[in-house]
């Protein structure tokens, strides 16, 4: 059993930084693969990054390339979501999940995924 809870989310104006944070509590984090998924109003879940279990392999979706980073700190049980250059379109509820089934290959299918968080929500204004 894995408990997850994000923190971090808010509202922020075109062009800013957030950091959102996932506590993990529960099975051994450093044994499986973490990612961000991001759900927007009357869309389906979306991958947004992912990570290994050792952090040393990172994932992105295009749509983030380049101004999202995704790392984790295995002694905090925490995964974090470095978001920068914010725009309208990133305004999603964002949700981290925990892949308890494999450590190095990181999934983007939201089927790939055990344990899902009750999400943060993050608005960015035009």
């Known amino acids: 059993q894995v408990q997850l809870v994000e923190s971090g989310g808010g509202l922020v104006q075109a062009g800013g930084s957030l950091r959102l944070s996932c506590a993990a509590s529960?099975?051994?984090?450093?044994?499986?693969?973490m990612a961000w998924f991001r759900q927007a109003p009357g869309k389906e879940r979306e991958f947004v990054a992912g990570v290994n279990w050792s952090g040393g392999s990172t994932y992105y979706a295009d749509s983030v390339k380049g101004r999202f980073t995704i790392s984790r700190d295995n002694a905090k049980k925490t995964v974090y979501l470095q978001m920068n250059s914010l725009k309208p379109e990133d305004t999603a509820v964002y949700h981290c999940?925990?892949?308890?089934?494999?450590?190095?290959?990181?999934?983007?299918?939201?089927?790939?995924?055990?344990?899902w968080g009750q999400g943060t929500q993050v608005t960015v204004s035009s």
């Open positions: 999940a925990a892949d308890l089934r494999r450590g190095v290959i990181v999934s983007t299918k939201t089927g790939g995924y055990d344990y």
């Open positions: 529960g099975r051994t984090f450093s044994d499986y693969a």
